[in-house]
């Protein structure tokens, strides 16, 4: 590696040697594990990935062209790592979007814009945003300002204890409390208040949760890929499966609500729409405007997995086909955790893919997956089988 540029306000960049000038180079705001296989995926279709990591030992960084260290909230950072790239793209939407928003102005090429990202920002946004548009979406009460007494009149109108949810800044279950302690949650909600508006909301009766990605190129062209059930656990997606176990009629149900959604937040790029399953039908749960974790399985899954569209949605690219390549396909995530681990016995199960994201490990990080595709069922007992070798703390509910 050479450094190129010891300090440029905040940003310092490294560049690895790079023989591949002339290649449209892709930035990617974030060097988390999204970045990582997006990175992988930039390979295959010879584009340069750059990344601006918040550390040099960020997942991303081993694997891309060059990368820079800066923060994805300061604006002059984000400014010169613009300056650098054909086209920004976001591994995370923790940014600083009226910085994007004036470098789209400027006429760089970033996509999602920071309009769309403002919904996966900002929960209470995006809650209010698509009530407006009529897209079903559990109760709830927005507490701005905070103050006990709306506290527990919301939970009196619901007649149960209400979930909380921090507006911003929240992710994998962090500023989300699903709790049946009337108290637990009204402490919660009080020290979120302190630092980001509550959005309350009634606690639905989940029969399952499930996600679709859309991906809309720079053209408006849209893809979906099927419905897949998702399992959190603690707030964290633990397990993904395809197919969905939903009547066909529930999965179109799912399906159109994932694309009038996406008209909505109008995202070039990699769109998942998480969705509650309810006894009166689907509910919006939230949006992420990037590669989401419900679309892992589809690297070994799918003809084109969830990485290669957003890469060629956001670079002007023809999207690919979203078809899958087996009747089946089961990705768990690696969560880490204190149990040993054997690589070996892992990869010892057949079909089985090992997506290992280069992070330290930390308890209860997500550090990588396994995905196990095939015709029948045992995909699902492969993939569990696999974690339990590799130590994942999550936990499995054959
Ligand atoms: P994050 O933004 O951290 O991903 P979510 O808002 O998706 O958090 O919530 C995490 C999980 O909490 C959901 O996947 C679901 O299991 C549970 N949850 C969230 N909101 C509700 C709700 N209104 N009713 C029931 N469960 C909920």
Redesign the pocket.
């Known amino acids: 590696m050479v450094l190129l540029g010891s300090k440029t306000g905040s940003v310092s960049v490294v560049m690895k040697v790079s023989q591949q000038q002339g290649r449209l180079r892709i930035g990617v705001v974030g060097g988390g594990q999204l970045a990582r296989m997006l990175g992988e995926s930039a390979s295959a279709l010879g584009l340069r990935l750059s990344v601006l990591a918040q550390r040099g030992d960020d997942a991303a960084v081993e694997v891309a062209a060059e990368f820079a260290i800066g923060s994805p909230q300061d604006g002059r950072d984000l400014t010169l790592f613009a300056g650098g790239v054909d086209v920004m793209t976001f591994d995370h939407e923790l940014v600083d979007l009226d910085a994007v928003s004036s470098l789209s102005t400027d006429g760089h090429h970033i996509y999602p814009s920071a309009a769309a990202l403002r919904f996966a920002v900002h929960?209470v946004y995006q809650r209010s945003a698509m009530v407006a548009a009529n897209i079903p979406v559990?109760r709830h009460c927005i507490l701005a300002p905070y103050s006990d007494d709306d506290f527990d009149a919301f939970a009196d109108l619901l007649g149960h204890v209400p979930?909380v949810?921090a507006d911003h800044g929240?992710?994998?279950?962090?500023?989300?409390l699903?709790s049946s302690s009337l108290d637990e949650a009204r402490d919660f909600a009080r020290a979120l208040s302190a630092s980001t508006t509550v959005l309350l909301?009634?606690?639905?009766e989940?029969e399952s949760?499930v996600a679709v990605i859309v991906v809309t190129d720079r053209h408006g062209n849209q893809v979906t890929y099927p419905v897949v059930d998702?399992r959190?656990e603690s707030?964290m997606?633990v397990e993904v499966n395809f197919p969905s176990a939903l009547s066909p009629a529930r999965s179109a149900e799912a399906l159109a609500v994932a694309r009038r959604v996406a008209e909505i937040v109008g995202a070039v790029g990699v769109l998942a729409v998480?969705l509650?399953v309810t006894p009166s039908g689907i509910l919006l749960?939230?949006v992420a405007a990037r590669p989401h974790n419900s679309g892992h399985w589809t690297i070994e899954g799918s003809v084109t997995s969830q990485f290669e569209n957003h890469l060629r949605a956001v670079s002007g690219l023809p999207l690919g086909s979203t078809d899958a390549l087996a009747a089946r396909a089961s990705m768990v995530n690696l969560v880490g955790s204190d149990s040993p681990t054997d690589l070996a016995g892992a990869l010892a199960i057949p079909g089985l893919h090992l997506h290992d994201y280069g992070k330290s490990w930390a308890v209860g990080r997500k550090l990588g997956h396994v995905c196990v595709i095939g015709d029948d069922e045992s995909v699902r007992v492969r993939a569990w089988k696999g974690a339990e070798f590799l130590g994942t703390g999550a936990a499995r509910s054959l």
């Open positions: 929960k559990p979930v949810k929240g992710y994998d279950g962090r500023g989300v699903v909301e009634e606690a639905v989940l949760e998702t959190q707030g997606c998480e509650f749960n939230e």
